[in-house]
């Protein structure tokens, strides 16, 4: 019997009705509460408009000048994968971050967004948790750095294979050092840095989903309604500063809409930073930067390469309320060997050798214009200070500094803020510049030994903000990749 082609057409709509119904019931905690619970029904409602607005506690005639105050600085560091089969890298890059640069650097606290171990088998081919990698991450923190403040959150690695947050897999929960923070907070926590000079938060989110699937369908984080809800209340109230953390990329994201009808992108002009990880600096260089300024939220993205294998960290300074960033690389060519699994019978870590770095120079007065946050940043400040800042991390006493701008060599002498602070300073005067054209900033530090370390930067007296000019990171990362997988997988089932 032939069938009709009316009834074809019926079947097709049929299945276009149930694929949408499925869409829509999936995504049910992507949406806000208060919409109707039938699907493409929205119930119009009055909210109020965000505006990217932050707090001064320092006057408009606040000069930078030589004196240490009114900065603090930490540290982060992102995608450990704390392997029990890798020997390279992995847990080796983490033990040398705990032993030599954390004593060097001395942060104010330590941020590691996600993916502390690799969970990942010997042949890279299946995954599962493995509580002994938990155990040297742990560990290393309690024998290392029991004084510092920790702060961290999963990502995609410390959720393979997971059932749920209960389950007696999730190693996260009894041996991560912000469990209790995350579980109280229903992934989500908040802290804060409240000095004479002004009020900063930090807000950690952990995207994971519910249930973790095994590798490789386990890439992309989530917020829900819910979730979005307690973003909303964490942003609130305004500080000088707000700093958002979690693993995942925000073009790895999928963002649910809060019971007020807020997305994730007004969400965002109440913070200054997003911090992340998880894109481990990609492949063949397309990750080299992967930074962005967003201009309707009018903060920036920064992603962190990996601990993993490149051995990366990043010191963030706040400087009378300008934010600058340098990421680092450990001297991989310095490590030598070491036990894949650097842990005793007693559960004693086995440190390798300490190593030592060359000098590392944060530049945080004037600020690099590539990386501006002009409605939430004083930079009116860096046109009327009076010196040159920049953080030095050396383990030498005996150091020398050059200083160029525009090339030329800097003739004023560079000193140190006091004997117990990185911070050194050089008087200078901006007005000899021209305001309207971009310069640049060159700091070389070189040790008695012959080590050396530098930083260069482009900066600004007129307040704007230059081009990151990331390329292809810099595309990538402010893309959305969920909708570029969706769109892909529908054209991909139109064509069967």
């Known amino acids: 019997m032939k069938l009709s082609p009316w009834f074809w057409v019926l079947i097709v709509m049929i299945c276009g009705f149930r694929a949408c119904y499925l869409y829509w019931a999936s995504t049910r905690d992507l949406r806000a509460f208060e919409y109707s ?19 001064r506690s320092q006057s408009n005639d606040t000069v930078i000048g030589s004196s240490p105050s009114n900065m603090f600085y930490f540290a982060q560091i992102s995608d450990l994968h704390i392997s029990k089969y890798r020997r390279k890298g992995h ?53 290392g750095a029991p004084d510092m403040p920790w702060y961290d959150m999963r990502g995609n690695h410390d959720c393979f294979d997971l059932p749920s947050w209960q389950s007696h897999v999730n190693f996260y929960r009894t041996h991560g050092k912000s469990a209790d923070l995350v579980e109280s907070g229903h992934g989500l926590y908040s802290w804060q840095v409240n000095e004479t000079y002004g009020t900063y938060r930090f807000v ?29 209340g964490a942003l609130q109230p305004l500080t000088n500063h707000t700093f958002v953390f979690s693993h995942y990329p ?26 992340c990880g998880h894109l481990h600096r ?46 680092v690389e450990l001297p991989r060519k ?66 020398s500094v050059e200083i160029k701008i525009d090339g030329k060599p800097h003739k004023e002498a560079a000193l140190k803020a006091t004997l ?38 482009a900066f600004r007296l007129d307040g704007q903000r230059d081009r990151i000019a990331g390329g292809p990171g810099e595309f990538i990362i402010s893309s959305n990749m969920a909708i570029i997988v969706s769109i892909y997988e529908l054209l991909y089932l139109a064509r069967l």
């Open 91 to 143: 847990t080796l890059h983490y033990l040398h971050f705990i032993q030599s640069i954390l004593p060097l650097v001395k942060p104010r606290f330590v941020v590691v967004t996600g993916d502390l171990t690799d969970a990942k088998d010997v042949r890279l081919v299946t995954s599962q948790q493995y509580q002994e990698e938990w155990q040297v991450y742990r560990q290393a923190i309690e024998q």
């Open 204 to 232: 950690a989110m952990d995207a994971c989903p519910k249930r973790g699937p095994s590798r490789p369908f386990n890439f992309f984080g989530y917020m829900t309604s819910r979730s979005m809800d307690r973003l909303a």
């Open 420 to 457: 117990d602070s990185p911070l050194w300073t050089a008087p200078w005067d901006p007005s000899a510049l021209d305001l309207n054209q971009v310069h640049s900033l060159e700091v070389h530090v070189t040790t008695s030994d012959g080590q050396s370390g530098s930083s260069t930067i």
């Open 334 to 399: 310095q490590l030598g060997p070491h036990p894949v699994l650097p842990l005793t019978a007693t559960g004693n870590i086995i440190w390798p050798a300490t190593i030592q770095p060359a000098p590392i120079v944060l530049i945080t007065n004037p600020k690099d214009s590539r990386y501006a946050i002009p409605a939430k940043e004083p930079l009116e400040r860096i046109k009327s200070s009076t010196h040159i800042r920049f953080l030095v991390f050396s383990n030498s006493n005996d150091l």
């Open 37 to 55: 619970p039938w699907p493409f029904q929205h119930q119009q409602r009055h909210r109020q408009t965000i505006s990217s607005t932050v707090i």
């Open 250 to 275: 925000t073009t790895t994201m999928v963002f649910g809409v809060s019971s007020k009808g807020y997305r994730f992108r007004e969400l965002a002009r109440q913070y200054s930073v997003y911090m």
């Open 282 to 327: 990609l492949a063949a260089g397309l990750g080299d930067a992967l930074k962005w300024y967003d201009p309707k939220a009018e903060s920036l993205e920064l992603e962190l390469g990996d601990m993993m294998v490149h051995g990366v960290y990043r010191i963030m300074a706040v400087d009378h309320d300008l934010i600058s960033f340098i990421d």
